[in-house]
């Protein structure tokens, strides 16, 4: 099989077939894009794409379904901070609700808490290719507190299956003892 995609440590994957439109492209994108490479190449679970032109893409890795997170990013941009209104309905009558869309995109309040709007304003200063990047290392950042999240959770689990175990076997023992030292035949 043949190798369709030329990669940049782990996490920029570039189509080949965009080389003639990156030898168009200006020294300074280039070694931009050398530098976004080298800076992700540790994320694991979201990769950089540019597939079928140089606007980035931002997947989670090996997930070819996967919803491209950068795009989702840049639709929910435009309603930051604003008035939004949305209209539900069963037939019966429609219900209307409002609500202010915070000033910065949810993921930079779940990792930056009260940091978030200066992070955020710090990333729209950003070019694109390295607001891509700067995402796909917010997403790992989340991934990895979910991965770890859920490992703490086992673990309990685990400890919860093994005390649970040892007291039945404490009871069993007990009531083996018990049945030995005051049994009577009925």
Not at 29 to 34: E, F
Not at 132 to 154: G, T, Y
Request: some cysteine; overall charge positive; glycine content about 4%.
């Amino acid at each position: 099989m043949r190798n369709t995609r030329i990669e940049f440590g782990m996490s920029l994957r570039i189509n080949p077939n965009l080389k003639k439109i990156l030898k168009e492209q200006s020294l300074d994108y280039l070694q931009n894009l050398q530098k976004v490479g080298e800076d992700i190449k540790d994320v694991k679970h979201f990769d950089v794409i540019l597939d079928r032109g140089i606007y980035p893409k931002v997947k989670k890795a090996g997930d070819v379904k996967s919803k491209d997170y950068f795009a989702e990013l840049k639709r929910q941009e435009p309603e930051l901070g604003k008035l939004c209104t949305f209209a539900f309905g069963d037939g019966c009558g429609v219900e209307t609700w409002q609500y202010f869309s915070p000033k910065y995109p949810k993921i930079f309040g779940n990792i930056y808490k009260k940091q978030a709007l200066e992070k955020y304003e710090t990333f729209k200063k950003l070019d694109i290719i390295s607001q891509a990047a700067e995402l796909s290392k917010m997403l790992e950042i989340q991934e990895l507190q979910k991965i770890a999240e859920e490992e703490r959770k086992n673990i309990l689990r685990q400890a919860k299956i093994q005390e649970d175990k040892q007291l039945n076997a404490k009871k069993e023992s007990l009531v083996d003892n018990i049945c030995k030292n005051f049994k009577d035949i009925f």
